[in-house]
């Protein structure tokens, strides 16, 4: 079985019971803390404290090597080691420490990578358009996004770069630079229901006469980008699938190496899918290290 099969989000929200957190359900089957977050930091960590593993903060990698064995050589002396898991996630929010290390090791050993964007990210919007919709920053639809023969029904915030919100988010992950997007502004075919102040910018731009059905059902957008990877939630691309066991994680290649998480080239959707993989290809990686 692949590693989505062999740890389901029912085995993690076992976990999160046996350590008595509260949760509750708000949308689309996504579960949050009752409390913070940090409960799950604090659960995740017990975890490891009750298998005695060992954490090293501030604990710099200058280099990895393979004789036999791994030797993985840091800023506080080299380690050696029989097995090596990569967990360093992708190139999302650098201001948390973000690097392209996974990928470096990756290729170091001759394992592919495919190419990386940010994805679940706010697209920005140039030109007239992009500053008299600046204006409706705060201002959100219920709307349908779509691009490349994918859409999303979710909320479209404007912002004062362009546009952002649940459905924007999505949409993201399939959008490439020069892709337009169209924007079906009220998909429930009741015109009452758009915010005034995005009507009376909607007159500003394309005129008093130009909110006809036709035009706001298919209002068609092309962004000058996105707001990149200091607010992207995941990347997209990665070390490619085809390089690893899908049961174990291991570099088909290179026995021993094992690559996990967000370094992988697999993306999900918004709402605790990237979690579930990041628990997921953890497990059975473990299972076997």
Known sequence: KSALARYTPEDFIRMVRRHRIAYHEKKLGQ???DGTSQQVIDMLLKECADVGVELRAGCKVSGVRKDERFFVSTNSGEFESRSLVIASGGLSIPKIGATDFGYSIARQFGLRVVETRPALVPLTLGGDEGRTLSELSGVSLNATVACRGVSFRENVLFTHRGLSGPAILQISSFWRPGD??????FPDMDRRSLPRRFVRKWRDLYGPNAETPERL??????PSGSEGYARAEVTLGGVDTIELSSKTMEARSVPGLYFIGEVVDVTG?????????????????????
């Open 31 to 33: 579960l949050f803390c």
């Open 180 to 185: 337009a997007i169209v924007i079906d502004a």
């Open 217 to 222: 059902h298919q209002w068609t957008l092309v």
């Open 269 to 289: 959707q918004l709402g605790g899918f990237n979690f579930q993989w990041a628990w997921a290809s953890g497990f059975v990686a473990g299972q076997y290290v």
